[in-house]
């Protein structure tokens, strides 16, 4: 059973950085392309960043551009986000999936099919 599993979220200053990172389970993580999504309450899910299998391939959401960065070591079997410079507007629960995509990837939920728990990240002073 393919399973993901996320971690590193909690509450954070303004301006603070926190890694996330997204465990695979049961399979190889290096066969697919993983994004990372986030839902704030009362808010649509949105499409965060996204890494393609190899590593070679990323996309970021205009939002985060420049604060955040996605990466992978697939000898460990896990995706990083390393997000800085938090603004409150970041507070979210963030969820990791994987795409059955060969080359490069995109931030679009509806081509992703397992999802993580989720990891609550929360920005405030």
């Not at 954070?12 to 997204?22: E, F, H, I």
């Not at 986030?38 to 499409?47: L, M, S, V």
Request: hydrophobic content about 35%; glycine content about 10%.
């Amino acid at each position: 059973q393919l399973q993901l599993v996320e971690s590193g979220g909690g509450l954070v200053q303004p301006g603070g950085s926190v890694r996330l990172s997204c465990a695979a389970s049961g399979f190889t993580l290096d066969n697919y392309a993983i994004g990372w999504f986030r839902q704030a309450p009362g808010k649509e899910r949105e499409g965060v960043s996204c890494i393609s299998r190899r590593g070679v391939h990323t996309n970021y959401a205009d939002s985060v551009k420049g604060r955040f960065t996605i990466s992978r070591d697939n000898a460990k079997n896990t995706v990083y986000l390393q997000m800085n410079s938090l603004k409150p507007e970041d507070t979210a629960v963030y969820h990791c999936a994987l795409e059955r995509r060969m080359f490069m990837c995109v931030t679009d939920a509806s081509t992703y099919d397992v999802w993580g728990q989720g990891t609550q990240v929360t920005v405030s002073s």
